[in-house]
């Protein structure tokens, strides 16, 4: 009965299994899920930000360094305009000054030449030139250093005497240490110590330490320039016991400009860039310069380390003499009247007959009316310049060509070189020396067939 009931009501004992699936995971563990993607997505959010504000930076960063190679390059630019201008400022300061020394020099010269020159005049065409000498010098130096700074200074090396350098330094500072009445002695190697050098630049540095030497030495006071060998070096030392170098300058008395207290006579002289020009040009040859000092009144030693070469030492040339040049019939073109008028009578003493033309117009028409065995011609002419009158001159001349020597207060080796491929056989620098000039008309070409 209760079975049947059972069955009529529907209901079992017994549960029936159920096809429906079993539940999905619990609640929390789908959130845990999904809050470690929001954090990961939540970090790759944070690193595309840093990413692009990285990116950002770099873009800023990027276009400052464009900016600044741009600032940089213009610098850059307006540096070497600078060093250009310059550069051509102490060119035309050289030129300038060096046309009125060239009449002085010559008219020194015509007073010690003189026949009727007395002793008093003697000694005067002396000192005018010793100061000519001076001041040519000073421009060079410091036409030297601009050169230097701007990297236009070449050397032209070859195998040279230690000796031949020094025995040239000495004279040419000899006649400035006789007028003070110094005392120079110089001690050389007894064997011969040869370089491979540039001459007339490494002249220049003991030339240089030298003046200083004398120009900072009271009178009757001693210098010395010694040389000794060793470990294939060559150590030469120039001392003196004048006015020392306090311990304060020392470190700088070979950068540019550097100069010592002056009183208001300012009775040394100088520049301030002699010393660096003998810091680059030693440089420049593979060695070293140094100063020493104790102090004041206590002198200075300057010491130069060269390397020596191992190469054979060059034959030594006995310097001919000088003998009076047949006479020649010469045009002289030069603007500047005095010098032209001085040099004028400076190589008619000489036993030569000189024409003369005061423009570039004139001297050309002068030398092609003319038989003339050499032309003596400025550069700076006015109407027509030297470089355009020799121009034209080579290109009409027939089988008569006249040497033809160029006169300047330009001593680039650009000037140089601008004068020879114009037509010129050979440059001289203004003051030019009367004794290389006439070296020139005495040579063998010429000899009249």
Known sequence: MEHVQDEALGTSPERVPSDQPEPEAPLYTRIAALEQELAVLRRVAEEKATLEQTLAQLREANQNLVVAAMHAQTSRDDAEAANRRQTEFLAMLAHELRNPLAPIRMAATLLERAASAMPQHLGLSQVIGRQVDHMARLLDDLLDAARISSGKISLEVQPVAMADIVEQAVETVGPRVRERGQDLVVTLPDAPVILVADKVRLTQVFTNLLANASKYTAEQGSLRLTATCGNGEVVVTVEDNGHGIASELLPHVFDLFTQGPRSLARSEGGLGVGLNVVRNLVGMHGGRVDAFSAGPGLG????????????????????????RSAALRLLLVEDNVDACDTLQRFLSMEGHEVQVAYDGKAGLAAARAGDF?????????????????????????????????????????????????????????????????????????????
């Not at 130069?304 to 001919?320: F, G, I, Q, W, Y």
């Not at 034209?392 to 300047?408: C, K, Q, V, W």
């Open 300 to 323: 200075s030693l300057f010491t130069v380390v060269l390397p020596v070469s191992d190469e054979a030492p060059p034959e030594l040339l006995v310097p001919a003499v000088r003998e």
């Open 373 to 449: 065995d050499a032309v003596i011609c400025d550069i700076g002419l006015p109407m027509l310049d030297g470089l355009e009158l020799i121009t034209h001159l080579r290109a009409g001349a027939g089988e008569r060509r006249p040497y033809a020597i160029a006169l300047s207060g330009y001593c680039q080796p650009e000037d140089r070189s601008r004068a020879i491929d114009a037509g010129f056989d050979a440059y001289c620098v203004k003051p030019v020396d009367p004794d290389e000039l006439l070296g020139m008309l005495a040579s063998e070409r010429f000899v009249r067939t």
